[in-house]
């Protein structure tokens, strides 16, 4: 018997209605995330596979590093939505590193959201016949969206990397006097240690006017790194510390050096 637009359309509302009264209920008797889960789940059993686009990211563009899959590498590390999808993470923390890091597995996945966007990370690791490992992150969402993942959410993710790595870094003290390390002639290199020297501006006995003076002109001294870069100049700044021992030098230096997150070089 030929199917009539008025048919179609009847059942077509007839499920619409049972879906929406499935999901009534279902608010009340779930909280928020597992129904917020669920629902995430229907909709993607009821979308076409052909709805969505999978981005891959390889760990080396060329010769070079790959400043996104970089990105990612460090991003994803923060991301707390670990769902019933999530099976296995690597756990790990060099002595660069405050806290300890959690990382995707091989095959692992991830869900993030930005923007009233869904997306998929998955990462993967394969052999080549070689026996070298080729690293890659597949991000994975709806078509629909494409612009606005490569427009506003791949930036958010560079820029959110980079103060990641910012709030983790760990100040170095370089010198000559650590080394412990030889290059490839056979030469010394420098050597280093975290930098946990405890000085700074705000437990620093000293005039409050001095203070707030060295604490602006470095700040100034950040702000205007691209100005020197476009004028030519090197990006440097000189101060001239001098004084009996134990009158504050080597803390005032700490102090600079955990207020900008700068490394300390001893020559």
């Given at each position: 018997?030929?199917?009539?637009?008025?048919?179609?359309?009847?059942?077509?509302?007839?499920?619409?209605?049972?879906?929406m009264?499935?999901?009534?209920?279902?608010?009340?008797?779930?909280?928020?995330?597992?129904?917020?889960y669920?629902?995430?789940?229907?909709s993607r059993?009821?979308?076409t596979p052909?709805?969505?686009i999978?981005?891959?990211?390889?760990?080396?563009?060329?010769?070079?590093r790959?400043?996104?899959?970089?990105a990612?590498?460090?991003?994803?590390?923060?991301?707390?939505?670990?769902?019933?999808?999530?099976?296995?993470?690597?756990?790990?923390k060099?002595?660069?590193?405050?806290?300890?890091?959690?990382?995707l597995?091989?095959?692992?996945?991830?869900?993030?959201?930005?923007?009233?966007v869904?997306?998929?990370?998955?990462?993967?690791?394969r052999?080549?016949?070689?026996?070298?490992?080729?690293?890659?992150?597949?991000?994975?969402?709806?078509?629909?969206?494409?612009?606005?993942?490569?427009?506003?959410?791949f930036?958010?993710v560079?820029?959110r990397?980079?103060?990641?790595?910012?709030?983790?870094?760990?100040v170095?003290?370089?010198?000559?006097?650590?080394?412990?390390?030889?290059?490839?002639?056979?030469?010394?290199?420098?050597?280093s240690?975290?930098l946990?020297?405890p000085?700074?501006?705000?437990m620093?006995?000293?005039?409050?006017?001095?203070?707030?003076?060295?604490?602006?002109?470095?700040?100034?001294?950040?702000?205007r790194?691209?100005?020197?870069?476009?004028?030519?100049?090197?990006?440097?700044?000189?101060?001239?510390l001098?004084?009996?021992?134990?009158?504050?030098?080597?803390?005032?230096?700490?102090?600079?050096?955990?207020?900008?997150?700068?490394?300390?070089?001893?020559?």
């Amino acid at each position: 018997m030929p199917t009539t637009v008025s048919s179609l359309f009847s059942a077509y509302a007839s499920f619409a209605g049972s879906m929406m009264l499935v999901r009534s209920i279902a608010r009340d008797l779930f909280p928020q995330p597992p129904s917020s889960y669920i629902f995430s789940k229907l909709s993607r059993l009821f979308s076409t596979p052909f709805s969505s686009i999978t981005l891959v990211i390889e760990e080396f563009s060329g010769a070079a590093r790959n400043q996104v899959y970089a990105a990612a590498e460090v991003y994803l590390r923060t991301i707390n939505n670990i769902t019933p999808s999530t099976h296995r993470l690597r756990v790990g923390k060099n002595i660069r590193q405050k806290t300890v890091s959690l990382a995707l597995d091989n095959n692992g996945q991830l869900e993030d959201a930005f923007d009233n966007v869904n997306l998929t990370w998955r990462f993967k690791v394969r052999k080549e016949k070689s026996g070298a490992e080729q690293r890659q992150f597949e991000l994975s969402f709806h078509k629909k969206h494409k612009d606005k993942v490569m427009e506003s959410y791949f930036p958010y993710v560079l820029a959110r990397a980079d103060a990641i790595k910012e709030e983790q870094r760990v100040v170095q003290l370089y010198s000559r006097h650590l080394m412990s390390d030889t290059d490839f002639k056979g030469r010394c290199t420098w050597g280093s240690v975290n930098l946990e020297h405890p000085s700074t501006f705000d437990m620093m006995a000293m005039d409050p006017v001095t203070k707030r003076m060295i604490v602006e002109d470095l700040e100034r001294f950040v702000r205007r790194r691209e100005f020197y870069k476009k004028v030519g100049k090197a990006w440097k700044r000189g101060y001239l510390l001098y004084g009996s021992p134990g009158t504050g030098k080597s803390s005032l230096i700490a102090a600079m050096a955990n207020y900008l997150k700068f490394d300390v070089y001893d020559l």
